[in-house]
């Protein structure tokens, strides 16, 4: 039997491209987790995948656009939330989904970040946090705790870290949530929440690096680290952001955002409206 036929007989196959399988993240990653929970949130919704699009950017979890079976882009780094701003806007009836790594959203793709959700641009943003760039080498990033030790800090880094959750809900996304790849369920739950939810929704899942981040600060195997997530998460559902920042001694997560308001869509459409009225003469 083909590894093909294996995977066929798995119950969320269908929305996955077999052909690309198996993948390529390392043993104990957490992206495989992310993905298992992406798929199971499609499947509980009944999600059509012909209007659904997955857009990611460069890093490890990357390679998930080309693995969802769907209309799908890798695109540059740092830009997966421009392109799919793009995507949006030229087909609003698309439902958009951005998958990518701490480094390529808040590093290079910072700035897109930020003013999508401040536009509150309708797509679900995903953000797998391993700490560092693990594809390339395990420099730091901009989500490195404090004294971590990585490539390029090989004394300790001494940058302070984002608090993503602070970041996007003062940027303006109206669903911000955080769990860890511990948290399945939890995180399978707010996959969906966020997808039948207008505006720009963001989830930040902590996900372990064993064989780069976690080696180098002797963190053991992924099971060690996963212990360590059950140990130290808190789970505080509408806790203030800007208080919910991480420790080596604990880990604030849950949904910590949820509000209504008018999406760059929706009052671009408006705006179009009244410029065609006044255009017509009316």
């Not at 036929?5 to 990653?29: N, T, V």
């Not at 979890?61 to 695109?75: E, L, M, N, P, Q």
């Not at 929704?201 to 360590?228: H, Q, T, W």
């Not at 919910?244 to 604030?252: C, G, L, N, S, V």
Request: with cysteine; proline share 4%.
């Amino acid at each position: 039997m083909t590894v093909i036929q294996e995977f066929e007989k798995h119950p969320l196959a269908k929305y996955l491209r077999l052909e690309r399988f198996p993948h390529i993240w390392c043993e104990g990653c957490g992206d495989g987790i992310i993905l298992n929970c992406f798929v199971k949130a499609l499947d509980d919704l009944g999600v059509n995948m012909d209007k659904f699009v997955v857009v990611s950017g460069i890093g490890c979890i990357g390679r998930v656009a080309g693995y969802i079976k769907c209309d799908s882009f890798h695109t540059t780094h740092g830009r997966p939330i421009a392109l799919a701003t793009g995507i949006k806007l030229a087909n609003p009836k698309l439902t958009i989904a951005v998958i990518s790594g701490d480094g390529d959203l808040f590093a290079i793709g910072g700035n897109h970040f930020i003013h999508a959700a401040r536009r509150n641009v309708d797509m679900t943003v995903i953000c797998s946090n391993n700490f560092n760039y693990g594809m390339t080498g395990g420099q730091f990033g901009p989500t490195t705790p404090l004294d971590s030790y990585t490539t390029t800090t090989p004394y300790g880094n001494i940058e302070h870290p984002f608090n993503l959750v602070h970041l996007a809900a003062a940027a303006g996304a109206v669903y911000v949530a955080r769990w860890t790849t511990l948290h399945v369920k939890r995180l399978t739950e707010s996959i969906k929440k966020a997808l039948q939810k207008k505006g720009f929704k963001f989830i930040e899942v902590i996900s372990p690096c064993p064989e780069i981040y976690g080696r180098r600060n002797k963190l053991g195997k992924a099971v060690d680290i996963m212990k360590r997530y059950r140990q130290i998460s808190e789970i505080r559902h509408g806790y203030d952001p800007a208080k919910a920042e991480m420790t080596r001694e604990k880990i604030i997560v849950g949904e910590f955002i949820n509000i209504e308001k008018p999406t760059y869509g929706e009052l671009l459409q408006k705006q179009f409206l009244k410029i065609q009225k006044k255009v017509m003469g009316g």
